[in-house]
Structure formats: structure tokens, C-alpha cells
């Protein structure tokens, strides 16, 4: 029996993942995971995961989230916890089953890496002190991050361990304190000057359902938010802040971008959001382009620019489909090499995800030419974005209208403003090239 061969998928997928890999080796991730996680039927694949990770040269830190297990373990011990505001109230009697509830979870942690051949280590790398009073209410054992201890983390990261931070600091004076494991991970990222750091969660968020998000935002057609800068993160805040119904999902959402802009505040630039029960999904939110959560950054993550020569074959790549479909005319490196300043690409994490071009035809009128956008990345406003930026270059450089030939976009471009003209309008130059074989309409944008 035959098998047909479809190489292509699997290998754009393979280049995606290479061309990640080589980025991240050598790079430090904190990983906070929320508790519901590690009962889940996709813990083990997670820490196979993290094997995999660590095995490849990244840094892998581990911040257990251990509340819903604290809970369980101060109730069975028939502990009331007080709360300040959605903070516990630690007191003397519940301290230390708080700390043999953060050290079980630890353990379940080195149980799963050590099935997975990679080594880890629980210590005491946070440095505590009290909350103090705050607002005449006293926090008793429930601390805050003093320090964490980098030195001794680094060097357990050299030797490929995975570090594991328990929800606990302890005093200079030994005495232990109940700290959020959000802080650690906080702390930890900003002193180890992580590149990552990843909220792994029992469930699917950010989805578009869940909360109410700015018009502009992108998401896949399962809803799920794409991407988020802090600008849009502070967005979603302030428009679900008008009160209502508690809702917990949404609320959740919001507890997550909030976590991701106070990690932004310490300096951290990416934060990633994906779900832990599901299998595989750190791998693919790390090494395809697509991810499987959500992120948020707060650096420069995609853009328009101009074209280097070795973006060439890229661009050729993308246009390919589109040729082979009639929509674009077939253009050699050479024709692209030439036409080098005239050509923009649309950049994501480094890698070209559409192109097109601005040629002067002289007399007032450039030409839009050469769009092709990514299939897999198609109604993510990126052709719209890329149009939007040539004509804004037009205008900078004093044309008076954008003209674009088109076989089978038409009614595309009419969305953005153009309007079908005739022959008789274009610079005499242009008139004489036009393609009688190819037919095909003409679009102007006055500007
Ligand atoms: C048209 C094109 C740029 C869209 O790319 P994209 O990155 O998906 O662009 P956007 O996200 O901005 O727009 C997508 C929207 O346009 C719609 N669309 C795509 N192609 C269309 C077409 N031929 N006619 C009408 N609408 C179209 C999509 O359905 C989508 O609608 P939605 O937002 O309601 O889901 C891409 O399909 C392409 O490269 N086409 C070839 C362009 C071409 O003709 N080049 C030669 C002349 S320069």
C-alpha cells in the first residue's frame, strides 16, 4: 500500500521550532503552576515537557501554586483561614501545615522530573520578611519576597537541574513565612532576568468569551486571545471593571493580566498564559509562531519594516501559493534584489508572515504591488496592516494616488477605500506595460 508524502506542513513546522530553539538555549523560564494542574492527566506529559526543555539548554525554574492544596490540608486540620482582602491571614497554628502542604507539592514536582530523568531541586532560595500591619490588620506569617538567592539558583542551572521554589520564604533569623507563589515568580524572573515566564493554568484563558476585549484584538477563530502589549492589557482592565455580575472566569482573566503587567513592572517582557491539562501546549506556545496560549509582551514582537536581502527566499515562499493560484505574477529573486527599497515585510517573532511592495510610477502615482500575506496567519488584520503602511508611505513621499492591479482581490481592496479606474488615468509608462493578456482590473486610492 502507497502512502502519500506531505512534507510541507511538517516542515515549515520543524523550521518554526529550529529557528525558536536556537533563540532560546542558554535562556531562563519560570513557570508558575497553578495546583489544579499537577492532578491533572496532563501533569506528566507537562514534565516530560520540561525534561524535554532543559535537555534542549534552557533554564527551566519551577514556582509551584499551591493554594487549593493549603486549603484542603488547613481544613483537614479543621484551620479557619482569616483573609485580608483575597490574601490569607497565615497565623502561628496554620504555619507549618502550610509549609508540609508547599513541600508535598514540591515533592509531587521531583516525583514527576525524576520519571522523566531530569534532576531538581526544592530549596530555600527566597529570602522573607513579614507583611506587617497593613491597615491595622496583622498579617502574622504571611510574608513577602526579600531577596532571592541567585547565586545558588544559577548554579543549579548550570549543572541542567531545574530549581523548585515552594511557596515559603524564611526570615534571616529562620523563621518561615507564607509567601504568594505569584510573587516568587515574580521575584525569581526579575532576579534571574528570565526571558519567559509562563502562568500554567487548569483550564483554557484568555478567550475572547471571557471577558470583553478592545475591538483591535486578535484572536483565533476558537476565540482564544492571541496576543496582548500592555497598552491592550491595560485596556481590558479598565473595560471590565464596570462592576456587574462575578464572574469567574472573567475574573480569573483579569487576575492573570494583572500578574503579567506587575511581571512587566519587574522588568520581565514576555508572559505566556496556556493551559496545563492540555498536552504539549508549552512546547507548541514556545516553538510555533501560532503558540497555544496567550502572550503578552511588553517588547517589540511584530512589525513592518523594510526588506534585507536574506528575507528574499522568505518572501518568494509566501508568494508561492498566490502564484500558483493566478492572484500574483511570479517574481524572480533578481526582480525582488532590484526592487529591494520598494518591498515591506511583515515581521513576527522574527520570521516574514507577509510582504508588498510601493513602485513610483512617476507623475503623482505609486503602485501597490507584490501583497501576499501568510495563509496560516490570514484575518489577522496583517494585509490590511501592510496596505495601510504603504499608503502612509506614499503619502510621505508626496504621491497623490495609490494604484493596485488586481485579478481576484478586488473586492478586498474596495473594502480599504479603492475604486476601479481605467487605463486611460495611469503614467503613460505604466499604460504602455499594462498585461493585455492578464486582464487585470484596476484600483485607485486618491490620497
Ligand atoms: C487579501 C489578503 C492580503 C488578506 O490577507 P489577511 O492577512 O488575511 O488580511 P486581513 O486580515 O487584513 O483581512 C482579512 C479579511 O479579508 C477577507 N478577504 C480575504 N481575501 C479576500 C478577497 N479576495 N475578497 C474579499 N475579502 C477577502 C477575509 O475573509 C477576511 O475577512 P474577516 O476579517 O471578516 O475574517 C491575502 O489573502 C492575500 O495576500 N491575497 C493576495 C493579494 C493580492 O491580490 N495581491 C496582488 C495584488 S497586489
New binding site residues.
Partial sequence: MSVKETFSPRINVIREAFAYQSRFTGSTMIFKIDFPVTTSSGFQYLMKDMALLVNSGIRVVIVPGCKEWIDAVLLDHNIVSEYSGSERITSESAIPFVEMAAFNVATRYMTALSASRVDAVVGNFARARGRGVINGVDMKYTGTVDKIFTQAMRRILDMGVIPILPCIGWSPTGKPYNVSSNEIAIAAAEALGASKLFIVTAGDYLKKDQITIPEHTRYTTEGRILRLNPREAEEILLLNTSGGETNNDREKCLAMIRFALSAFSGGVERVHIINGCEEGTVLNELFTNLGAGTMLYADEHEAIRGIHSSDIPDILHIMEP?VRQD??VRRSAEDVQKNKDDYVVYVIDGSVH?C?ALHDLGDGQAE????????T???????????YYLIEKARDMGMKRVL??????????E?LGFRETSIDTLPRQRRENYNYKRMSKIFALNL
Avoid: C, E, H, P
Avoid at 368 to 375: F, G, T, V
Avoid at 404 to 413: G, L
Fill in positions: 498566490l492572484i500574483l507577509a508588498g501597490l504591488a507584490a501583497l501576499a500575506s501568510d495563509k496567519y490570514s484575518s489577522m488584520n496583517i494585509g490590511r496592516r501592510i496596505v493596485v492591479f488586481t485579478t481576484k482581490t478586488q473586492d478586498w481592496f473594502l
